[in-house]
């Protein structure tokens, strides 16, 4: 079985600045893509950026230029780097795991639990 744990939310006024984390622990051969969503009140689950075990990034436009994913494969770790906040980046953030458990199985998907980020204005 494979875990992912978020931490790093909280309550931030705009212009402010959060980092997230999320580590992976588990049954785990090797990681692919990590990445991060979001679900605000009331909407869908977006995303909002990856990253590849090489490191190859991709962002959702609304956030370009103002966050940043990394990720530390020895730690089994994502990050995301938010910068200049607004109150439309409130919602709960969901980090997600393409996960290799075992060279005979395919790799599947792996949530979080979620962690709240609330900008106030």
């Known amino acids: 079985q494979v875990q992912l744990v978020e931490s790093g939310g909280g309550l931030v006024q705009a212009g402010g600045s959060l980092r997230l984390s999320c580590s992976a622990s588990?049954?785990?051969?090797?990681?692919?893509?990590m990445a991060w969503y979001r679900q605000a009140p009331g909407k869908q689950r977006e995303f909002v950026a990856k990253?590849?075990?090489?490191?190859?990034?991709n962002y959702t436009d609304s956030v370009k230029g103002r966050f940043t994913i990394s990720r530390d494969n020895a730690k089994k770790t994502v990050y995301l780097q938010m910068n200049s906040l607004k109150p439309e980046d409130t919602a709960v953030y969901y980090c997600n795991a393409n996960v290799i458990t075992s060279f005979y199985l395919p790799s599947r998907d792996y949530w979080g639990q979620g962690t709240q980020v609330s900008v106030s204005s």
């Open positions: 990253i590849t075990s090489g490191g190859s990034t």
């Open positions: 588990g049954r785990i051969s090797s990681i692919n893509v």
